[in-house]
């Protein structure tokens, strides 16, 4: 059993998870960051000076007893709350992720599609006598000598 799981852990997709989550992780906080110290403060300054992050709806005082000027003071106190600013700060950073995300993969689909190369010019034909396949370029069938009828696109 243990073989086994070593040979699970160790194939090669196994390992490209794990570091896509890793990275993911990185990237997650990176994503936090900018939305809770650039894009949240600008933003609260806009709407009156409003934080996001201390935006809660006091459902049960705590010890002491509020009111409370942060969330968290009012979770140091054992208040129960419902903390919405950081619900919205999480729905922002989720927009921003996917926003990301989409663009990414919409360049490394635009990328393969440039890689694909368009398909090669065929270089048989067949006779429309004998159904012999002859160079596309013959004007002759090297098989029944038939005169074979020059192509509109050889003519320009």
Not at 23 to 52: C, K, Q, R, W, Y
């Amino acid at each position: 059993m243990l073989k086994e799981f070593k040979q699970f852990a160790l194939r090669g997709n196994v390992v490209d998870m794990a570091i896509g989550i890793v990275v993911g992780a990185a990237f997650g906080t990176i994503v936090n960051s900018l939305v809770e110290d650039v894009i949240m403060p600008p933003i609260g300054l806009l709407l009156g000076g409003v934080d996001f992050a201390n935006l809660f709806i006091l459902l049960k005082a705590g010890s002491p007893p509020g009111p409370y000027g942060t969330l968290a003071n009012a979770q140091a106190a054992g208040a129960v709350t419902i903390s919405y600013g950081v619900f919205i700060n999480a729905v922002i950073s989720f927009l921003i992720v996917a926003l990301v995300m989409f663009l990414l993969i919409r360049v490394i689909n635009r990328m393969q599609e440039q890689d694909e190369e368009a398909p090669a010019e065929p270089k048989t034909k067949e006779c429309p006598y004998c159904l012999s396949t002859i160079p596309i370029q013959a004007t002759r069938c090297a098989y029944c000598t038939s005169e074979l009828p020059v192509e509109k696109s050889k003519l320009n």
